[in-house]
């Protein structure tokens, strides 16, 4: 294996973290911006990395991707919460759509740059209800969320349009597993009231659905995609939809536990369900999802069980 140089933005995070302990072991030089907001250093082998604590909005992050101009850049540092999105929706175009052209028109001139993989989301697709959702679905975000992302996409195939710069774009099934401590994260909302006793907030009546996805199976998504040829959107999914009550049943098998949810009014932005189809980047890559949802979610309670542990000694 040839040695390159890759760039990881949101290094430190939840995903960003897991591409960065598939990579250790390879023999390429690691880079990661990230502001620290949401990552932690912890998350990530300092002796492996090296790290710039930067906004990917700065000019500091420009010049460093100029620097050490990257064989390859996996962006994934974004404000994700759909909530906060739809509360502060400048403060979410700020960074996901300035934020990101920011980092693109510093990669578009490298002449070293082969593939910028780009993290985007389901939430794309909005409430279309004709699943499974292709990568030629329409695209009517419900949340500014889904819009910001939407937006990196059209920049990156614009870019590519007009400049050459190789892209792949993978929309992100819904995204769950250990590390993950966001507040819109349905399973670690569950698993903390669980472990607590108490009842799991749902919003609506739990028989929407979404397409659940283990963080490891994203992290080799990312990695793959760095290889693929043909620039484009690539749904990274199981194919597969679960209601939010299944979640809550597996996961009360799992603790051996009988808890009911507490309904609550549906919140703006959601969407009914989603499941979206994986061929198009399984066609492309050598690619496919390994975890089930319930051996997904045994190793993320597993996890946090252990967490618990550490934190409690």
């Known amino acids: 294996m040839s040695k390159n140089k890759i760039l990881i ?10 591409v960065i302990e598939l990579l ?33 909005r700065s000019m500091e992050a ?17 404000q994700i ?26 990669c578009v001139r490298l002449a070293s740059l082969r593939q910028f993989v780009f993290a985007s989301t389901a939430a794309v697709y909005g409430n279309n209800k004709d699943l499974p959702l292709t990568e030629q679905s329409s695209t009517i ?18 870019t590519n349009h007009l400049q050459g710069l190789p892209y792949a774009a993978l929309r992100f099934a819904n995204v769950y597993g250990k590390k993950s401590y966001a507040a819109g994260d349905v399973i670690t909302s569950f698993w903390t009231k669980l472990k607590q006793n108490e009842a799991p907030i749902i919003f609506g009546d739990g028989e929407q659905t ?11 998504a990312l990695i793959e995609a760095m290889y693929v040829s043909t620039s484009g959107v690539y749904n990274i999914s199981t194919n597969e939809q679960t209601s939010i009550n299944d979640v809550l049943n597996i996961m009360n098998h799992l603790l051996d536990q009988n808890i009911s949810s507490e309904n609550k009014a549906e919140r703006a932005g959601d969407i009914r369900d989603s499941r979206l189809a994986n061929n198009k980047f399984v066609h492309h890559t050598t690619w496919t999802p390994e ?3 319930k051996t997904g979610l045994q190793a993320t309670m597993h996890h946090k069980n252990n967490q618990v542990k550490v934190e409690n000694k």
């Open 24 to 56: 250790a072991d390879s023999p390429h030089d690691l880079y990661i911006i990230d502001n620290l907001s949401t990552g932690s250093k912890e998350n990530i082998p300092l002796h492996r990395v090296e790290l710039a604590v930067c906004d990917i």
């Open 210 to 220: 979404r397409d659940f996805i283990y963080v490891e199976d994203i992290a080799e």
């Open 62 to 78: 420009y010049d460093y991707v100029q620097q050490i101009q990257p064989d390859y850049v996996i962006h994934l540092a974004a």
């Open 81 to 106: 919460d759909v909530q906060t999105s739809i509360q502060a929706q400048q403060h979410d175009a700020d960074i996901n759509i300035m934020g990101t052209l920011n980092i693109i028109q510093a």
């Open 291 to 293: 975890h089930t949802l």
């Open 9 to 18: 933005t949101g290094g430190c995070g939840f995903i960003g973290s897991r």
């Open 141 to 158: 975000p419900t949340s500014p969320y889904g819009q910001s992302k939407l937006v990196g996409e059209q920049y990156l195939a614009l």
